[in-house]
Structures are given as C-alpha cells and as structure tokens.
C-alpha cells in the first residue's frame, strides 16, 4: 500500500514537474527566408537590443545565459522577427497594455506558460514566457503604408514558430 503511493506521489510530481526549455534560431524559420535588407537589420537590432534592456531591469528577473535572434521575409510589405531569451527567470514576463501598446492574453500552446499578444498600431507582437526561455514574434512594417498584421494571424504564426524553436532540455 505505501509502495503504491510513492509511486503515486512521484507520478504526479513527475506530470507536474515544470518542462525546461532552449530556444535556437535558425537560418530559415517555418519556411520563412532570413530578411537581408540592411536597413530592417538595423532597427530590428534596435528592438533586440530594447527588449533585453526591459527584461533584465526586472527586479529578481532571474539569469540571462543567451540570447537568439533572426529577422525573416514574412511578405512583400512585413518582415517577422524572432528574439528568444534562454535563461533561468524567476518571474513570468508579460505584456502590459500602455505607451501606445494594447494587449491581450493569448494561448502559449502546447508548450505552457504564459502569452499575450499585443499592437501598438504599426507592429504587432506575441509573446511567450517560461521557467526558461522569453520568445517575442514580431512583425513589422517593412514598406510604406503596411499597416499591423492582425493580432490573431501573428498569434497563430507566434504558435507555429514556437513549435520550431523551442526544444525540450533533456
């Protein structure tokens, strides 16, 4: 009888134990080709740059151990990057809906965590949150008059990318 509640209890321990996760970015990101344009380079390092600055001014946020990144041709008039953050956080990170920027919680998948998906009139962004890894899709504006994607397209390509780039750590 005890034997079968330790079993149970390490069970349920084990199905409930958080899962770790690595984020990689590759050359080519679901289909998507890499954005070469140097000028949207330039200001999505900006936006790389921005958000590393927001999440590791958190209080208690944790521990930064790597940050993977890409810019990708998404269509003739939108680029999408990716920023993902490995580390070891010790607060979920989340959107927050002011200066210009309205947010709303979103699925994180299958995966778990927590997501939110947010616009502030020009780009359009979702992002995911674990134990372990920070991702933020982004698509942005890459030609005159494109305006925001759609907060529910960019949520599902936000799922698809997921999907790809974030591997269990064994």
Request: proline residues 4%; hydrophobic residues 40%; glycine residues 10%.
């Given at each position: 009888m005890?034997?079968?509640?330790?079993i149970?209890?390490?069970?349920v321990?084990?199905?409930?134990?958080?899962?770790?996760?690595?984020?990689?970015a590759?050359?080519?990101?679901?289909?998507?080709?890499p954005?070469?344009s140097?000028?949207?380079?330039l200001?999505?390092?900006?936006l790389?740059?921005?958000?590393?600055?927001?999440l590791?001014?958190?209080?208690?946020?944790g521990?930064?151990n790597?940050?993977?990144s890409?810019?990708?041709?998404?269509?003739?008039?939108?680029s999408?990057?990716?920023?993902?953050?490995n580390?070891?956080?010790?607060?979920?990170v989340a959107?927050?809906?002011?200066?210009g920027?309205?947010?709303t919680?979103?699925?994180p998948?299958p995966?778990g965590?927590?997501?939110?998906?947010g616009?502030d009139?020009?780009?359009?962004?979702?992002?995911?949150?674990?134990?372990?890894?920070?991702?933020?899709?982004?698509?942005?504006p890459t030609?005159?008059?494109a305006?925001?994607?759609k907060r529910k397209?960019?949520?599902r390509?936000?799922l698809?990318?997921?999907?790809?780039?974030e591997?269990?750590?064994?």
């Open positions: 005890v034997l079968v509640a330790v149970a209890g390490i069970s321990y084990l199905l409930n134990k958080p899962q770790k996760w690595v984020l990689t590759p050359h080519t990101l679901v289909g998507l080709s954005d070469i140097p000028t949207d380079q200001g999505f390092n900006a790389i740059a921005k958000f590393k600055s927001d590791t001014s958190l209080p208690h946020y521990r930064l790597s940050t993977v890409g810019i990708y041709r998404l269509t003739q008039r939108h999408v990057g990716f920023i993902g953050f580390g070891t956080f010790n607060v979920r959107l927050k809906t002011g200066a920027l309205t947010v919680t979103a699925s998948g995966h965590g927590t997501a939110e998906c616009t009139g020009i780009n359009t962004l979702c992002q995911w949150s674990t134990g372990t890894t920070v991702g933020i899709v982004i698509v942005i030609s005159l008059g305006g925001p994607e397209d960019v949520h390509l936000m698809k990318i997921r999907d790809s780039v591997h269990p750590v064994h």
